[in-house]
Nanobody
C-alpha cells in the first residue's frame, strides 16, 4: 500500500502564489507516476498535473502555464507550485500516485485526503 499526505493549502488572493506538497510512504518503489487532482463543490474531480517515471510533466489545459509540478523520487515527494492563481482554482487538491498495468483497467490509484485551496478576489 501507498499512503499520501498533502500540505500547503490555505487562503491566497487572486494573482498570488501557493505551493502544495505531498509526501508518500509505504510501497513507494511501486509508484510509476505522481500528480495532482482537484475537486470543487458540485463538480467532478479533475486532473491538474502529473509526472511519470522517466518522462516530463503533463498539465491540464486550464493550467495555462501557471502551475509547475516537481517530483523528488529520492524523498518520495511531489510538489505543485501555483502562480497567478484565480478564484476558479478554489478547490480541494488531492495528491495521487499511480501503479500502471499492461491494461489501463488494472491501473491502481492511491489518494491523499486533500488540502483546501481558497482563492479570494
Amino acid at each position: 500500500q501507498v499512503q499520501l499526505v498533502e500540505s500547503g493549502g490555505g487562503l491566497v488572493q487572486s494573482g498570488g502564489s501557493l505551493r502544495l506538497s505531498c509526501a508518500a510512504s509505504g510501497s513507494t518503489s511501486s509508484i510509476d507516476a505522481m500528480g495532482w487532482y482537484r475537486q470543487a463543490p458540485g463538480r467532478q474531480r479533475e486532473f491538474v498535473a502529473r509526472i511519470r517515471n522517466g518522462e516530463g510533466p503533463h498539465y491540464a489545459d486550464f493550467v495555462e502555464g501557471r502551475f509547475t509540478i516537481s517530483r523528488d523520487r529520492a524523498k518520495n515527494t511531489v510538489d505543485l507550485q501555483m502562480n497567478n492563481v484565480k478564484p476558479e482554482d478554489t478547490a480541494v487538491y488531492y495528491c495521487n500516485a499511480i501503479r500502471f498495468a499492461l491494461s489501463p483497467k488494472y491501473d491502481r490509484n492511491f489518494w491523499g485526503h486533500g488540502t483546501q485551496v481558497t482563492v479570494g478576489s
